[in-house]
């Protein structure tokens, strides 16, 4: 069993940076695989960035490319969402996702995911 609990949103001006991270309790969590979704009002749940259960593979969805720097520390049971120059189109809840699943990995659909945080919400004004 994973509890995930995320921290670190809330209201930033446009091309300002904002670091979200991922508690994570149980012994599971550094033999997973992790990854940030988000989720703005009246959309689908869309994946972000994903990170091995080592930390040696990422991936970016394009939007964020360049932008956002997901890391793990699994000697913490935490995870990482650097996202820097944020744009008003970022504003969503994020939710950090685990699980040994391309889905989670890298966002490959269908999937799931074995654990999810109940999200921190980011909103970014212009």
């Known amino acids: 069993q994973v509890q995930l609990v995320e921290s670190g949103g809330g209201l930033v001006q446009a091309g300002g940076s904002l670091r979200l991270s991922c508690a994570a309790s149980g012994r599971t969590f550094s033999g997973s695989h992790m990854g940030w979704f988000r989720q703005a009002p009246g959309k689908e749940r869309q994946f972000v960035a994903g990170i091995s259960w080592a930390g040696g593979r990422t991936y970016y969805a394009d939007s964020v490319k360049g932008r956002f720097t997901i890391s793990r520390e699994n000697a913490k049971n935490t995870g990482y969402l650097q996202m820097n120059s944020l744009k008003p189109e970022d504003t969503a809840v994020y939710c950090c996702?685990?699980?040994?699943?391309?889905?989670?990995?890298?966002?490959?659909?269908?999937?799931?995911?074995?654990?999810w945080g109940r999200g921190t919400q980011v909103t970014v004004s212009s």
């Open positions: 996702a685990c699980g040994l699943t391309d889905y989670v990995l890298r966002g490959e659909t269908p999937g799931r995911a074995n654990y």
